[in-house]
């Protein structure tokens, strides 16, 4: 028997997450059945269970590749000694991860910002999940701090701010904006980046006699 290349592997793996997600996103976890995902994917349940055992290991490794994704690329950021500033960077993580999911969609929409919200509402009562999640958010959240630490470093960042406070609502609006697109539809993350960039431009009150 000839030997499954790791390339193939791979593909088969990629496959059937992305599958998965569609389903997950179309009718939300409970009303989606693994055989929902085999005929979403075309494939035999030998084939799916070879790689995942249900559809709670599904989950589970559909948040954490795209916690990973957005790990990576904020500490990448945060290792550099000059990173963008919060509207840019913003907008090329988000814009990235995105971008990676825009071939999901259901119909016709993009798939992606219903599955984070899906998730969001399963991490109630999924504590395995929820794990998952919440360690997602911790390396995302030192990650920022470790962001904004260099913005005040650098003199571009009031420096009277604590670095959790910025690192919490900066999390916040990239999730707000991604419930923002499931709940009324697709929207550039330059939308996100302009608003963010406005923001940041008001001016400090000044101060009463």
Not at 157 to 166: G, I, K, L, T
Request: hydrophobic share 45%; charged share 20%; with cysteine.
């Amino acid at each position: 028997m000839a030997r499954v290349s790791q390339a193939h592997l791979d593909a088969r793996r990629r496959q059937i997450l992305d599958g998965a997600a569609v389903c997950f996103a179309r009718n939300g976890f409970h009303a989606t059945s693994m055989q929902d995902v085999l005929k979403e994917v075309d494939l035999s349940a030998g084939a799916v269970y070879r790689y995942f055992s249900g559809k709670e290991e599904l989950i589970a490794a559909i948040v954490s590749e795209v916690l990973g994704q957005v790990r990576a690329s904020f500490e990448e950021a945060s290792s550099r000694t000059d990173p963008p500033p919060p509207d840019v960077l913003v907008c090329e993580v988000l814009g990235r991860t995105l971008a990676a999911k825009a071939s999901l969609t259901v119909d016709g929409k993009p798939a992606f910002p219903r599955l984070v919200v899906q998730v969001w509402t399963e991490t109630l009562r999924n504590d395995e999940l929820s794990a998952v999640l919440s360690e997602g958010y911790r390396t995302v959240h030192a990650a920022w701090v470790q962001i904004v630490e260099a913005y005040q470093a650098a003199g571009t960042m009031r420096a009277d701010v604590d670095p959790d406070h910025v690192a919490r609502t900066m999390i916040a609006s990239v999730l707000g904006f991604i419930a923002h697109q499931s709940l009324f539809g697709p929207a550039p993350v330059e939308v996100l980046g302009d608003g963010l960039r406005a923001l940041m431009s008001v001016p400090e009150p000044t101060p009463g006699p």
